[in-house]
């Protein structure tokens, strides 16, 4: 027996093979209706397959209107053009699907099923005016005494054509310097504000702390939110065309790391990318009480 990985339309899809015959044989997909919107949210199938002697594999599916999808081994998918379809998936509908296999001497074997895309699409988002409302700036600077508080408001737009899930910590949560969100999840016991696949967060960032984010928020507050339950957990998505507000503070604690001068405001998709860094950078200065 011998196994295989391949990633389809941003999903990843396990393919199992390698016994005797027949040629093509055991082939499922599970599950069959899909949403690839890199929510974390079944985002991902699982074809499996049993192949019984050297042979080659096609695997692709077909639109209504007869387009062609190749799901290959480089990590993606393909339409008939070539056109690399990972950060943009098919359009939604359901696929005829194909195994077809072809032994060195010409015999062919093609297996068919079906694979429906629902809710698909490349997930897009900004901070609104590129700005944050940064509390006692003046001229691109902040002065905050040790033991008070830098505060930030924010409104994040969702600019995508898919719903953006998000979890907390939640607006209004206030940080200690010396804390991130991992700390707060274990702290509150929220497993749900530890870092997840496929969560939106806003984040805020210095130049000394040597990782990305460690203050982060939901990209809206709950009223601004639609909430979903799936699998008995309640999720939330900011949805397409509307703002979340984001608001928190950061208290120093402590005094910053020397040297430490700039901070600035971003947007996480966790396990995906920083989807925008950088953010309305201004200077703070820590000073003593």
Not at 162 to 175: D, E, H, M, N
Request: charged share 20%.
């Amino acid at each position: 027996m011998c196994n295989r990985l391949l990633v389809l339309v941003g999903l990843v899809l396990l393919l199992s093979s390698c016994s005797f015959w027949p040629m093509l044989s055991r082939v499922a997909v599970a599950p069959a209706i899909i949403s690839p919107n890199a929510d974390g949210v079944d985002d991902v199938t699982l074809i499996r397959y049993r192949i019984g002697r050297a042979a080659n594999l096609s695997i692709y599916f077909l639109d209504g209107a007869g387009q062609r999808y190749y799901a290959l081994y480089d990590g993606g998918v393909h339409d008939q053009n070539g056109r690399y379809l990972a950060a943009e998936p098919p359009p939604d509908g359901t696929y005829a699907l194909y195994l077809e296999a072809e032994d060195r001497v010409g015999n062919r074997v093609v297996v068919s099923s079906t694979l429906t895309i629902s809710a698909g699409g490349r997930p897009l988002a900004e901070i609104a005016g590129g700005s944050i409302d940064w509390q006692g700036e003046m001229n691109g600077k902040v002065g905050v005494p040790v033991g008070r508080r830098l505060c930030f408001t924010a409104v994040v737009i969702n600019i995508g054509p898919v719903p953006l899930r998000t979890s907390g910590p939640w607006p209004g949560q206030a940080y200690r310097l010396t804390q991130s969100y991992h700390d707060l999840a274990a702290t509150y016991d929220e497993p749900s504000w530890a870092k997840q696949r496929g969560v939106w967060r806003f984040g805020i960032n210095y130049d000394t702390t040597g990782v990305d984010f460690p203050f982060r928020w939901a990209i809206g507050r709950p009223e601004d939110l639609e909430q979903r339950v799936i699998d008995g957990q309640a999720q939330y998505y900011l949805m397409p065309g509307r703002r979340g507000m984001v608001y928190g503070c950061i208290q120093f604690d402590v005094a910053p790391p020397v040297g430490t001068d700039h901070w600035w405001g971003g947007l996480i998709h966790e396990s995906v990318q920083i989807a925008a860094n950088n953010v309305d950078t201004v200077s703070v200065l820590v000073g003593r009480p």
